[in-house]
């Protein structure tokens, strides 16, 4: 099996420094947290851009800030969401435009905890279209087993192309939970040669990943997805939880893999990776 892809969310849509004061919260924090991430043994960073006030955003120019301070920084494979609970779809889509080497792609509408997660079907398209015309690799994320039939209809219509990388998104309220039952019929019903990747929420941050990873897919972690290293024991950094991460894999005998076996694997643009 190929060496895992080991990816590092260091924000996200919903927790900030006052949930962990070691999260990033500024785009110089971001760029900084991202060379460690990448030190630590992650290949892919995620990220739910900040402004230089702390604040969530879509705003384009803090979009290009980021990714040129990242690729300034690391060689990381910079991945932008274009995710996110407070703004609009239309502006949520205007991520692409920083050319990130790859972002996200969420087939489907849904509940979100307490918030509605919106991804209309005609936007959503034209995006998916876009990011063929710009060379940003999707990167698409299954909250539910409804997705993933929306995603092969993605591809039936030419608008994912091949190789594909999926991530399963387990323990979002509103989604599928955290089951391994659940994740071997979703790594069944995937294209050959589909590059895919587990990410556990909360409590089903550390069980799935290391399921997926003993399964032969790949993992992410850091502070989107768990702000804790154990019950009761805040992590200190995003790098800490991709340490532990690495740690996981080393101790299934696979050696997470290197940037430029990423470019490879998914055939990402050459242009739009990072060159620090």
Known sequence: MPNPIITAALTGPVATKADNPGMPGTVAEIAADARAAYDAGAAVIHI????????????????RRTVEAVRATCPGIVQLST???????EDRM?????????????????????????????????????????GVKPEVEIYDSGHLEMMLYLVHKG????????????????????DP??????????????????????????????IGLAMGGNARTGMEDTLTLE???PAASN????????????????????????VER???????????
């Open 48 to 63: 739910h851009l900040r402004d230089d006030d702390g604040n969530m955003t879509v705003d384009l120019d803090v979009a």
């Open 83 to 89: 995710g996110g609970l407070a703004f609009t779809y």
């Open 94 to 134: 205007k991520m692409v435009e920083a050319k990130p080497a790859m972002a996200t792609l969420n087939p489907c509408t849904m509940t979100f905890g307490a918030e509605e997660f919106r991804n209309p079907p005609k936007p959503m398209m034209q995006l998916a279209a876009r990011m063929i015309e710009l």
């Open 159 to 178: 608008l994912l192309l091949a190789p594909l990388q999926v991530s399963f998104v387990m323990g979002v309220r509103g989604g599928m939970k955290g």
């Open 181 to 210: 039952a659940l994740l071997a019929y979703l790594v069944r019903e995937l294209p050959e040669g589909t590059s895919w990747q587990v990410i556990g929420v909360a409590g089903a941050n550390l069980p799935m990943t290391t």
């Open 231 to 233: 019950k009761g024991v």
């Open 239 to 262: 790098a800490q939880l991709v340490e532990r991460l690495v740690r996981i894999a080393r101790s299934l005998q696979r050696e997470p893999a290197t940037v430029a076996e990423v």
């Open 266 to 276: 998914l055939k990402l643009s050459p242009e739009l990776v990072g060159s620090a």
